[in-house]
């Protein structure tokens, strides 16, 4: 079972190792769902941790639609982290019309190099996940999709967490379940789901609360639950 915990600066870097994480997402704007960080923070995370650090490529809150200008400051952001050393980038694309944008997409597996690629919870407003997976099987670099099954929190949406989970064993992506995961349900969720990745942010921070610190005996403590 892989446990990745966000990140939004040095301190939770530093905590999730301590707590035995196994992968970062390395963020800003945690309020506002993630966004790009400092080019510093990405250098710093990547040299001060053994961690896989995983960067959210994300310019804005706006939406998941992203026009030329956008794209432009996606793609030299994709370039200055790989140069920075990030294992992977985690990005998310929509069209206008609601669909996976194709074409961006493109030019982001062009632009990460080696990096593993995370399709973010964009994938979460699409109206057909199971289709927007087939969709991604087409694009070789994509390696999961972290998503709640929908708009509404991962453990209640269970039945599309599964479905999507076992669509997924015949592709080379990994479903990673997220949002609304607490200590307390997720051992039920991974195993109703069969989803073999999580992704914590609140609940593994002091007082649950996301604006909180990283608390390492929160991540050993979910650790020891999963192992059960």
Known sequence: MIIEVIATCMADVLAAEEGGADRIELITGISEGGLTPSLALVRNAVRGTSLPVNVMVRPHARSFVYDAEDAAVILEDIGYIRQAGAAGIVFGALTPDGRIDGGLLEAVLEARGEMSVTFHRAFDELEDQLEGLRQLTAYSGVDRIL??????????????????????????????????????????????????????????????????????????????????
């Open 147 to 228: 998503t709640s099954g929908g708009r509404l929190p991962a453990p209640q949406a269970v039945p599309a967490l599964r479905a999507l989970a076992q669509a997924a064993e015949k592709t080379s992506i990994r479903i990673m379940g997220g949002y609304g995961l607490t200590l307390d349900n997720a051992v039920a969720f991974v195993r109703e789901t069969g989803v073999k990745e999580v992704h914590f942010g609140s609940a593994v921070r002091f007082e649950g609360k996301g604006v909180c610190a990283v608390e390492p005996a929160r991540i050993r403590r979910l650790r020891e639950l999963l192992k059960q």
